[in-house]
């Protein structure tokens, strides 16, 4: 067998073993997953009015070719085979997948004799971002490699069957999310840039009118859409410390922040090892050093943007990512034999612990999200309801994960769940009709006993979620609706009057 080949089967295996959480449990316990998960459902029942008539009642495809859509249609389409819920489970293994093989992909396009420290990847497919459920957006972090690792490899000589492959990449990122999509596109141009050359630069103009393309969707996008309406930003103390402790790497507590650190401290490493052996010894620059100018690009785009803007949010956390996954196709610290075989060692460790703290969280949060839907059992199929939560956290652990869960009960019952935040905008493939808005929910704490009046005859339920004792909403909900059962934090309430149409 060829001198560390034996790696290839090493991370094939794996690999294989990465997508292991999903499988060992009923519930995935994200943020935003089920809300996705339901709504890929909606897409996948719309049309079918005799079994779940008020999905077509109350809500609409918004057929417009947003991002946001890949997940969500993969997923539908997933459904016409499977349950949801496994449709969902195999949405993230592809994502993993994918993820893991397209890193891989991209550093052996860039460094051929470099291939053990693809690796790293395995620090990557549970990190914060996947973990809040952002699944649209990881399946475009996870087609970002894929995209670079395409164009490198036929830089010098683009012919027409790369321009179909790259724009189809290029679209499918589009229909994912539109962060990786322009990060994609950026990295593309510095990367062009950075190799052009005298005597090719003829050939490499090519590259132009094969990307031109990719202008139509953002400019019907932000035409579409306006400009931006509200940001945020952090303090620069706050990204620094965030950033250099890879703490988009957390996930549910903060005991996995040794992990972090040590992929931090692992990195710093390569890269000074790198940089020496690679630049400063050899006196010259290599086309490869540009992935390490777009790494420098990359911290500099994430410092000075802001957390949140217009609709999107968390997006220093997702900027985060970036410029890790950029350096490992030019890390090269140019180690013997031995030494590689030493460092792959210490790459697999790390990787199987943190498989290790993944199961061990799948497994427990699982069960706490199980209570958290047999609150819901009493619920009638095709009812509209809506969860009052008190409390996102599960009881081990700092995580959100009750936040749309109620959705896993929503898609199995066929509900209309009016805090389904995702049919309320524009971003996504399902809406709210605009002749049947949401009744007024986010606002309940002002005037409890106005809006929960409001509500006769457009809510069925109310499911509150660890209430306090004594809290006036109790009240006003108990003129209005009927206490039909308790369990474990969750309270179930019936409306009261003759539910209409």
Same mark, same amino acid.
């Given at each position: 067998?060829?001198?560390?080949?034996?790696?290839?089967?090493?991370?094939?295996?794996?690999?294989?073993?990465? =997508?292991?959480?999903?499988?060992?449990?009923?519930?995935?316990?994200?943020?935003?997953?089920?809300?996705?998960?339901?709504?890929?459902?909606?897409?996948?029942?719309?049309? +079918?009015?005799? $079994?779940?008539?008020?999905?077509?009642?109350?809500?609409?495809?918004?057929?417009?070719?947003?991002? +946001?859509?890949?997940?969500?249609?993969?997923?539908?389409?997933?459904?016409?085979? &499977?349950?949801?819920?496994?449709?969902?489970?195999?949405?993230?293994?592809?994502?993993?997948?994918?993820?893991?093989?397209?890193?891989?992909?991209?550093?052996?396009? =860039?460094?051929?004799?470099?291939?053990?420290?693809?690796?790293?990847?395995?620090?990557?497919?549970?990190?914060?971002?996947?973990?809040?459920?952002?699944?649209?957006?990881?399946?475009? =972090?996870?087609?970002?490699? #894929?995209?670079?690792?395409? %164009?490198?490899?036929?830089?010098?000589?683009?012919?027409?069957?790369?321009?179909?492959?790259?724009?189809?990449?290029?679209?499918?990122? %589009?229909?994912?999310?539109?962060?990786?999509? !322009?990060?994609?596109?950026?990295?593309? /141009?510095?990367?062009? *840039? !950075?190799?052009?050359?005298?005597?090719?630069?003829?050939?490499?103009?090519?590259? &132009?009118?094969?990307?031109?393309?990719?202008?139509?969707?953002?400019?019907?996008?932000?035409?579409?859409?306006?400009?931006?309406?509200?940001?945020?930003?952090?303090?620069?103390?706050?990204?620094?410390?965030?950033?250099?402790?890879?703490? =988009?790497?957390?996930?549910?507590?903060? $005991?996995?922040?040794?992990?972090?650190?040590?992929?931090?401290?692992?990195?710093?490493?390569? &890269?000074? *090892?790198?940089?020496?052996?690679?630049?400063?010894? $050899?006196?010259?620059?290599?086309?490869?050093? !540009?992935?390490?100018?777009?790494?420098?690009?990359?911290?500099?785009?994430?410092?000075?943007?802001? +957390?949140?803007? /217009?609709? @999107?949010?968390?997006?220093?956390?997702?900027?985060?990512?970036?410029?890790?996954?950029?350096?490992?196709? #030019?890390?090269?610290?140019?180690?013997?034999?031995?030494?590689?075989?030493?460092?792959?060692?210490? *790459?697999? *460790?790390?990787?199987?612990? +943190?498989?290790?703290?993944?199961?061990?969280?799948?497994?427990?949060?699982?069960?706490?999200?199980?209570?958290?839907?047999?609150?819901?059992?009493?619920?009638?199929?095709?009812?509209?309801?809506?969860?009052?939560?008190?409390?996102?956290? @599960?009881?081990?652990?700092?995580?959100?994960?009750?936040?749309?869960?109620?959705?896993?009960? !929503?898609?199995?019952?066929?509900?209309?769940?009016?805090?389904?935040?995702?049919?309320?905008?524009?971003?996504?493939?399902?809406?709210?009709?605009?002749?049947?808005?949401?009744?007024?929910?986010?606002?309940?704490?002002?005037?409890?006993?106005?809006?929960?009046?409001? %509500?006769?005859?457009?809510?069925?339920?109310?499911?509150?979620?660890?209430?306090?004792?004594?809290?006036?909403?109790?009240?006003?909900?108990?003129?209005?609706?009927?206490?039909?059962?308790?369990?474990?934090?969750?309270?179930? %309430?019936?409306?009261?009057?003759?539910?209409?149409?």
């Amino acid at each position: 067998m060829p001198r560390m080949a034996w790696s290839r089967w090493i991370f094939v295996f794996l690999a294989l073993f990465y =997508v292991l959480p999903f499988w060992i449990v009923d519930y995935i316990p994200t943020v935003d997953g089920p809300c996705h998960t339901y709504n890929a459902w909606i897409l996948r029942q719309h049309g +079918n009015a005799e $079994d779940f008539p008020l999905f077509q009642r109350y809500l609409e495809i918004n057929a417009k070719p947003y991002p +946001n859509w890949l997940g969500h249609g993969v997923m539908a389409l997933l459904m016409f085979a &499977v349950p949801p819920l496994v449709a969902e489970k195999i949405l993230l293994s592809g994502y993993v997948l994918l993820l893991l093989f397209g890193l891989r992909y991209l550093a052996r396009s =860039v460094r051929p004799d470099q291939g053990w420290l693809s690796f790293l990847a395995f620090a990557f497919p549970y990190n914060l971002t996947s973990q809040f459920g952002f699944y649209n957006f990881s399946l475009g =972090v996870a087609l970002l490699p #894929w995209i670079l690792g395409l %164009w490198w490899r036929r830089r010098a000589s683009p012919t027409p069957g790369f321009a179909v492959k790259i724009n189809l990449l290029l679209w499918l990122c %589009w229909l994912s999310h539109i962060v990786p999509f !322009a990060l994609s596109l950026l990295a593309i /141009g510095v990367l062009w *840039l !950075a190799t052009i050359r005298r005597e090719t630069w003829r050939r490499h103009l090519r590259h &132009v009118p094969i990307l031109l393309p990719q202008v139509i969707l953002p400019l019907w996008y932000f035409s579409a859409q306006g400009a931006a309406t509200r940001a945020s930003r952090w303090p620069f103390e706050m990204a620094l410390g965030y950033f250099l402790n890879m703490g =988009v790497l957390l996930s549910f507590s903060p $005991d996995h922040l040794w992990f972090a650190r040590t992929m931090a401290v692992l990195f710093a490493v390569l &890269v000074l *090892l790198t940089l020496w052996r690679g630049v400063y010894r $050899d006196r010259r620059l290599r086309e490869e050093d !540009a992935f390490f100018l777009l790494g420098l690009l990359l911290i500099v785009v994430y410092f000075l943007s802001p +957390n949140a803007v /217009g609709g @999107g949010t968390m997006l220093k956390m997702r900027l985060s990512l970036f410029p890790w996954l950029l350096l490992i196709p #030019w890390l090269s610290p140019r180690l013997g034999r031995r030494a590689q075989a030493a460092g792959l060692a210490v *790459l697999v *460790l790390l990787a199987a612990l +943190n498989l290790s703290y993944q199961i061990r969280w799948y497994h427990r949060l699982d069960g706490e999200m199980a209570r958290f839907l047999a609150g819901l059992e009493s619920v009638r199929p095709n009812s509209r309801f809506v969860p009052l939560l008190f409390e996102h956290n @599960g009881r081990s652990s700092q995580f959100p994960i009750y936040t749309h869960a109620a959705d896993y009960a !929503a898609l199995e019952k066929g509900l209309v769940n009016w805090d389904n935040y995702e049919a309320a905008v524009d971003f996504f493939p399902t809406r709210f009709r605009a002749s049947t808005p949401p009744p007024p929910v986010q606002r309940i704490g002002a005037d409890p006993e106005t809006l929960v009046a409001s %509500w006769q005859g457009r809510v069925d339920y109310v499911y509150t979620w660890r209430m306090p004792f004594g809290d006036p909403l109790a009240q006003s909900l108990g003129r209005h609706f009927a206490r039909i059962s308790d369990q474990d934090g969750g309270v179930l %309430w019936e409306a009261r009057s003759p539910l209409q149409p």
